[in-house]
């Protein structure tokens, strides 16, 4: 079983909107954090939001701060990213991860995450 799987990825003009969203299961149930992390051809896989499960508190990356907004239910095991304002620099593989460890000083850090989907293409056009 796929511990995590990615939907509603999509091609948006610049400006839409598009909602993301993540099933988890099996192991990734409990993780003390969930997040969201993108990859863009040639580039790192960068940190866009996360979420520790247990409060709600949430960590975004500067260059979504205010246009993004993560989210999740609980009874539903399901992390979501509500993606404003789009951007062409938004173009990305969007990455669902969880971290049952959940370390707040490696929230932001993929290397801290054990679980990961299979990703959704987000474009964004101009």
């Known amino acids: 079983q796929v511990p995590l799987v990615e939907s509603g990825g999509g091609l948006v003009q610049a400006g839409g909107s598009l909602r993301l969203s993540c099933a988890a299961s099996?192991?990734?149930?409990?993780?003390?954090?969930m997040g969201w992390f993108r990859q863009s051809p040639g580039k790192e896989r960068e940190f866009v939001a996360a979420?520790?499960?247990?409060?709600?508190?949430?960590y975004y990356a500067d260059s979504v701060q205010g246009r993004f907004a993560i989210s999740r239910d609980k009874p539903k095991n399901m992390l979501y990213l509500q993606m404003n304002s789009l951007k062409p620099e938004d173009t990305a593989v969007y990455y669902c991860?969880?971290?049952?460890?959940?370390?707040?000083?490696?929230?932001?850090?993929?290397?801290?995450?054990?679980?990961w989907g299979q990703g959704t293409q987000v474009t964004v056009s101009s």
């Open positions: 991860a969880a971290d049952p460890g959940g370390i707040l000083s490696s929230i932001r850090t993929a290397a801290a995450y054990d679980y």
């Open positions: 979420i520790r499960w247990s409060s709600g508190h949430t």
């Open positions: 099996g192991r990734a149930i409990g993780a003390r954090h």
